[in-house]
């Protein structure tokens, strides 16, 4: 009996230790989990939130699923086609920092010849402050526009990209203001919609915006102007000095075409850099592997991500899109053959997409008679563009309808025409009516006066 008591003691008192071990668990996990939610700091949380966002073309049903990134908007873009591979909030405004400057070499390539002046003014100086990016120009200074242009891409020299947008300015006959209206319009003839550019370098300004669609939009055009990838792929460049300026020496700062580096992209061909503590990171880089081209950039990037972000999204668009002819593909009973001048007409087709899941729309080209361009897309998504001639059918049956379309259009002039005599007899006739009925009335009148006379 004594045995069988201390058992049911031991038992007891073992059940309720075992008890109390589980209860402390359960009671320390929250604990250990909010001293870990704890120790995230503002930037870490703001980081883990960016790499959360979405990314839209991942919620395209077979559309390949592409990375995250520490950027809170990105983009990659098909040069020949315009073809968008990748997208993360690209139309949302955000701050571009220096990248502005490839907007303002474009203009400037465009407005001016590399053998022009560039002076710099004191306007062109006296804005920079402490921390600024310079390469020490001096008002007074004088130099060509190819060696501004390579202070503003490489150095990302802020008083040169200003003087830049001055210079050409003034050469062109008017200023530095002239010159930022110049690339808002360029930004906006390009197709850009959400940016406004309140300066010529991308210092910080509330008025200063851009989305990531706008700057690929400005990357792409610039794969037909030779000379700024021949500037932004110098590694080490020299200013000589003059009469009218001192040596100033600078290197490549977008670390992916720089051989050797830890970051370098063998496939980047152009690009450039910037950061400002509101814009945070931000970056666009053109690379070019196997005849494909693209553009990539990505905005507000947190942390140290900008050049892994940039590879990752690069590496994703030429592993899992190629370039497929409409030529062959298209069999459209509006379509009689795909015009493929130097291999312009293709789709970028994603993996796992085919040919016959795109929807085409067709505009026919009012200036070349018989010709359409037709534009191919995925749930809303262009992914790229022909010119073709038009079938004998849809000819016969689109001039018909034009026939018809004109024969309705005289009807309802004609109508009109009708409708408005009608409209002015019975005017007439009311205004004739009116007439006729004062001066009775006025007759009327005076037989009475006469009558009163008598």
């Given at each position: 009996m004594k045995r069988s008591r201390w058992s049911l003691i031991i038992l007891m008192t073992l059940a309720v230790a075992f008890t109390s071990t589980i209860n402390i668990a359960y009671a320390a996990e929250p604990e250990t989990e909010n001293a870990a939610a704890e120790e995230e700091t503002p930037e870490q949380k703001a980081e883990r939130e960016a790499y959360?966002?979405?990314?839209?073309?991942?919620?395209?049903?077979?559309?390949?699923?592409?990375?995250?990134?520490?950027?809170?908007?990105?983009?990659?873009?098909?040069?020949?086609?315009?073809?968008?591979?990748?997208?993360?909030?690209?139309?949302?405004h955000e701050f571009p920092a220096s990248i502005t400057k490839v907007l303002t070499a474009l203009v400037?390539?465009?407005?001016?010849?590399?053998?022009?002046?560039?002076?710099?003014?004191?306007?062109?100086?006296?804005?920079?402050?402490?921390?600024?990016?310079?390469?020490g120009m001096k008002e007074g200074d004088v130099i060509s526009l190819d060696e501004a242009l390579h202070a503003t891409l490489l150095a990302s020299a802020n008083e040169a990209a200003y003087a830049v947008g001055e210079s050409v300015g003034r050469n062109a006959g008017h200023d530095?203001?002239?010159?930022?209206?110049?690339?808002?319009?360029?930004?906006?003839?390009?197709?850009?919609?959400?940016?406004?550019?309140?300066?010529?370098?991308?210092?910080?300004?509330?008025?200063?915006?851009?989305?990531?669609?706008?700057?690929?939009?400005i990357g792409r055009e610039l794969f037909k102007h030779p000379e700024f990838?021949?500037?932004?792929?110098t590694l080490n460049y020299a200013i000589p000095a003059t009469d009218t300026c001192e040596e100033h020496i600078f290197q490549q700062k977008h670390k992916m075409l720089i051989?050797?580096?830890?970051?370098?992209?063998?496939?980047?061909?152009?690009?450039?850099?910037?950061?400002?503590?509101?814009?945070?990171?931000?970056?666009?880089?053109?690379?070019?592997?196997?005849?494909?081209?693209?553009?990539?950039?990505?905005?507000?990037?947190?942390g140290s991500n900008i050049y892994s972000d940039t590879k990752n999204l690069l590496d994703y668009g030429f592993s899992n899109f190629?370039?497929?002819?409409?030529?062959?593909?298209?069999?459209?009973?509006?379509?009689?053959?795909?015009?493929?001048?130097?291999?312009?007409?293709?789709?970028?087709?994603?993996?796992g997409i085919k040919f016959k899941d795109l929807d085409m729309k067709l505009k026919a080209d009012e200036n070349a008679r018989g010709e359409a361009v037709l534009t191919y897309s995925y749930k809303g998504y262009t992914v790229g563009s022909a010119r073709?001639?038009?079938?004998?059918?849809?000819?016969?049956?689109?001039?018909?309808?034009?026939?018809?379309?004109?024969?309705?259009?005289?009807?309802?002039?004609?109508?009109?025409?009708?409708?408005?005599?009608?409209?002015?007899?019975?005017?007439?006739?009311?205004?004739?009516?009116?007439?006729?009925?004062?001066?009775?009335?006025?007759?009327?009148r005076r037989r009475r006066r006469k009558r009163r006379r008598r």
């Open positions: 959360e966002m979405p990314v839209q073309t991942n919620e395209l049903k077979k559309w390949p699923k592409g990375p995250a990134t520490y950027g809170e908007a990105g983009i990659v873009m098909e040069v020949g086609t315009g073809a968008i591979l990748y997208a993360k909030n690209i139309d949302e400037a390539l465009e407005n001016g010849q590399l053998t022009d002046e560039v002076t710099f003014t004191h306007d062109s100086v006296a804005f920079l402050q402490p921390g600024d990016s310079s390469i530095y203001n002239w010159f930022l209206e110049q690339m808002n319009a360029r930004c906006k003839e390009l197709g850009g919609e959400n940016s406004h550019f309140a300066n010529t370098n991308g210092l910080h300004d509330e008025n200063h915006y851009t989305c990531a669609r706008d700057m690929a939009l990838f021949d500037i932004v792929q051989p050797g580096n830890s970051n370098y992209y063998e496939y980047a061909v152009g690009g450039k850099t910037g950061y400002t503590s509101d814009a945070l990171s931000t970056l666009i880089t053109m690379a070019e592997k196997d005849g494909v081209r693209l553009v990539c950039v990505v905005l507000r990037t947190h190629k370039k497929t002819a409409a030529s062959g593909e298209e069999d459209s009973k509006d379509v009689d053959s795909i015009i493929d001048s130097d291999g312009d007409g293709y789709v970028m087709l994603p993996e073709a001639k038009l079938s004998k059918s849809y000819i016969k049956d689109h001039s018909a309808k034009i026939r018809t379309s004109k024969k309705e259009e005289n009807k309802e002039k004609s109508s009109g025409k009708k409708l408005t005599f009608a409209i002015v007899v019975a005017a007439a006739g009311i205004l004739l009516l009116v007439f006729y009925i004062r001066r009775m009335i006025k007759k009327q």
